[in-house]
């Protein structure tokens, strides 16, 4: 089966950086196009930043110039370079497996919290 397992999240101060991988399985990565979306507490899950096969990104306006989604197809692994952060990107961020056909695949998230 499609496994997304997200890590590299934790606490950090306003300003700093932190980035998250998320390691995949179940599918050949180098085809798929995969996101980013992040749930902030009692909010809904918000677009975060996308990437194709290709390399071609999009970025929601609040993220975009200082986050960067990139992947490594050599490892399986898909990440989010946060830069600049705020206290409101504090969220769970999840890895989406983006599917043409049929419902897409989600991970467990991982935890970002920064403090000012």
């Known amino acids: 089966q499609v496994q997304l397992v997200e890590s590299g999240g934790g606490l950090v101060q306003a300003g700093g950086s932190l980035r998250l991988s998320c390691a995949t399985s179940?599918?050949?990565?180098?085809?798929?196009?995969m996101a980013w979306y992040r749930q902030a507490p009692g909010k809904q899950r918000e677009f975060v930043a996308d990437?194709?096969?290709?390399?071609?990104?999009n970025y929601s306006g609040s993220v975009k110039g200082r986050f960067t989604i990139s992947r490594d197809n050599a490892k399986n692994t898909l990440y989010l370079e946060m830069d600049s952060l705020k206290p409101e990107d504090t969220a769970v961020y999840y890895c989406?497996?983006?599917?043409?056909?049929?419902?897409?695949?989600w991970g467990q998230g991982t935890q970002v919290i920064v403090s000012s």
């Open positions: 989406v497996l983006l599917k043409a056909f049929g419902n897409d695949f």
């Open positions: 179940g599918y050949i990565f180098s085809l798929t196009r």
């Open positions: 990437i194709t096969r290709d390399n071609s990104t």
